[in-house]
């Protein structure tokens, strides 16, 4: 298995704190992803890297930063967390040579009260 | 946009039952094709591939072809079990500006009894 480990696996949370959650792999893949998943939305694609301090937003950023200071570790911010980022956070990565997310971590529950 | 369109469930089956879970899809450019398989609690897993018409990708028993005619890729098992009861996904993926940004369609859960 590839390895990517997602910390913390679960959080609970109020409205307006900020929260940040890791992402960390030990396979030295360039490219690294961000998804949230929601029932009746699938994944949802919220930033990525394709190297360090190269990152690019996806359909579902606003309220989200990252970043990506080394290439193993992908962090993903919510500066002042709101009800609707409640959520499941993926943190996913792409084989050598390959940037399609081919690897996921197991998963971020995040409940914002 | 690109968009992938599943078929809603769940499909629920008995064991050893054949399994179809339609996929179609609309991209500007000339996407690769993937299908993914989430079991519970777990994140998700690329299952299989396609990148060009008329390829089929296979894995596990599964298998879909890449249909450029009909925009379609639909995942095909012939004999399921209990075990591959999970959410699968269809996915795309076009070049962007150099890169490849995958889009996910909603998931479609299959759930197999004995």
């Known amino acids: 298995d590839a390895g990517i480990t997602q910390s913390p696996r679960h959080k609970v949370t109020e409205t307006g704190t900020p929260v940040t959650l890791r992402c960390h792999q030990t396979?030295?893949?360039?490219?690294m992803y961000w998804y949230r998943q929601d029932p009746g939305h699938g994944l949802r694609l919220i930033h990525y890297?394709?190297?360090?301090?190269?990152?690019d937003k996806g359909e579902v950023s606003d309220g989200y930063s990252v970043s990506r200071s080394k290439t193993e570790d992908f962090l993903l911010t919510l500066e002042s967390a709101t009800s609707s980022q409640t959520s499941v956070y993926f943190c996913?990565?792409?084989?050598?040579?390959?940037?399609?997310?081919?690897?996921f971590g197991d998963g971020t529950r995040l409940s914002i009260l | 946009g690109d968009s992938v369109t599943q078929m809603e469930g769940p499909v629920t089956l008995s064991e050893e039952a054949f399994l179809t879970i339609n996929c179609t899809y609309t991209?500007?450019?000339?996407?690769?094709l993937f299908w993914y398989v989430q079991y519970p609690g777990e994140g998700l897993q690329l299952l299989l591939k396609?990148?060009?018409?008329?390829d089929k990708g296979s894995n596990k028993g599964f298998e879909a072809t890449y249909r450029k005619e009909t925009t379609s890729f639909h995942l095909e098992k012939g004999s399921v079990q209990v075990s591959d009861s999970a959410v699968y996904f269809c996915?795309?993926?076009?070049?962007?500006?150099?890169?490849?940004?995958?889009?996910f369609g909603r998931g479609t859960s299959l759930i197999v009894h004995p």
């Open positions: 890297s394709y190297g360090v301090k190269d990152t």
């Open positions: 396979e030295n893949h360039r490219y």
């Open positions: 996913a990565i792409s084989d050598p040579g390959d940037s399609q997310p081919q690897h």
């Open positions: 991209a500007t450019g000339y996407p690769s």
């Open positions: 996915a795309l993926s076009v070049a962007s500006g150099g890169s490849y940004i995958p889009t």
């Open positions: 396609a990148t060009k018409a008329d």
